[in-house]
């Protein structure tokens, strides 16, 4: 009977499912369809797929290789003579702004009826709504003058001196693994050497041993979850990194709560963090004396929350300028040999003093190597937006509320400078001034009101470890036919991850 009972159940599942699946498959042909439409109507006379996959569009192709994906979009942006162009990415209809006059477009227009910085397709869920580069108008310019203190030439000078003390412990370690016999890849020892000098930096000795095992720990999940599809369940990826970005910003909101203690003790800052609160408690003091209203306090977890955002902006962008400054100097020995001539003419290894701050500023070559590093391969390629309302774009085209919006400047970098696919430091010399003469093509750190505050900072790390490597280290690049393409880690690396072997140039390393 219970056999009987199970066959009758089966078949009449069979034929109710017989029945409804009609409905279904129109259900998906109708959604099919009310997508494509949808997508059909916001691209235009755009170029892009004509025919999208439901909810994922080109989602795969973007993952499996980005390298081709975004060079697709930038050559239908060229050759249509457009200037940018159309895709769908999980749901999202995005456009891809190859020209750099539309893209400062972008950039001036950063408001809430226009268009909001987002940094990352999905970075609300990641950073959380308080984050920096959601900030708008008054607000904005007001977290900024409050975060001006932290660059300043003293604090740059004290940040120069724990930068080198970090990098040159790194280059040690990285000398005697390779010992000019094994190749090693410095894309993640670049990256752990940026950590600890970010975590250093930035926070000083608030962070304890465990503390920074745990860091290291959330940091690399929040690392995969940026290259992960946004599946907000437990287990996946992108949830784990969600959950790693408030332990983070939560033991740096702790960092900030003790910096503020001791800096109200009186004593001299040694960190960002220190910076930053000796100039908060600067205020409450001024203020009590005169007798007016405290002014206002930020909290300790939103300012937690700007730590991790300085992280973050150092962290990935520096590697990738790292690992390409190795990759360039070593393609170019004359340049290689221009930076080694001006270093030695200014410090050495047996001084047994770190690069002062004032002799960084007189490196004026390496300065110039840096930036066109950073010129050539920009290390941020794109700066997502989103549009909060329609926006005109060009006379003929308004770029529909919710679309994703890629301004590149890494495109940009290849327009308007002479010969922009040569490598050429001299661009950036006082008798060419090419920073100048073309700085609307310049775009790695930004434009408009949310131009990267830290560019300083992010220079000088660039330069003190160019002058470091080249000094103290010989290094040969692993041959490879592919070594130097492009590859998203999610900044750009060279393919290879910058491999190289490293032996010791200096009769002894420095001690300080």
Known sequence: MEMLS???DG????????SISPYIVGLVVFFF??????????KGPLPGPHIIVPFLGSSIPMILNPTEFWARLAKRAESSGLGFS??????????????????????????????????????????????????????HKDLRGRIAPNFTLKALATYTAIQQKVILSHLKQWVEISNGSKPI???????????????????????????????NKDYNLFNVGLMSLPFDLPGFAF??????????????????????????????????????????????????AAGKPMPAQTADEEIGGHLFDFLFAAQDASTSSLCWAVSLLESHPDVLQKVRAEVSALW???????????????????EAVAREVVRYRPPATMVPHIAGEPFQLTDWYTIPKGTIVFPSVYES??????????????????????????????LAFGAGAHQCVGQRYAINHLMLFIALFVSLIDFKRENSDDRDEITYMPTIVPKDGCTVYLSQRCAKFPSF
């Open 185 to 215: 890849s410095l894309r993640i020892l670049c990256r752990d050497m940026n950590l600890e000098t970010s975590q250093t930096v930035f926070a000083g000795p608030y962070l304890s041993k465990e503390a920074r095992e745990q860091f």
């Open 11 to 18: 078949a009449t599942l069979r034929q109710t499912l017989a």
């Open 6 to 8: 199970w066959g009758l």
């Open 86 to 139: 159309a895709d769908f990415l999980m749901g999202r209809f995005i456009l891809f702004i190859r020209s750099t006059e539309l893209s400062h477009k972008i950039f001036a227009n950063v408001r809430p009826d226009a268009f909001h910085l987002i940094g990352h397709p999905f970075g609300k869920k990641l950073f959380g709504e308080h984050n920096m580069i959601y900030m708008f108008d008054q607000a």
């Open 348 to 366: 050495t290894p047996d001084s047994g003093e770190p690069i002062s701050a004032e002799k960084l500023r007189q490196m004026r070559y390496t």
């Open 413 to 442: 970098s290849f327009q308007g400078f002479p010969e922009p696919d040569r490598f050429d430091p001299d661009r950036f010399s006082e008798d060419r001034q090419e920073d100048r003469v073309y700085k609307r093509f310049f």
């Open 239 to 288: 949830r784990k990194a969600q959950l790693a970005v408030s332990r983070l910003v939560y033991t740096l909101a702790g960092c900030t709560k003790e910096s503020k203690s001791r800096m109200r003790s009186g004593e001299e800052p040694i960190c960002l963090a220190d910076f930053w609160m000796q100039d908060t408690v600067r205020e409450i003091a001024e203020a009590e």
């Open 33 to 42: 369809l009310k997508e494509q439409f949808s997508y059909l109507k916001r």
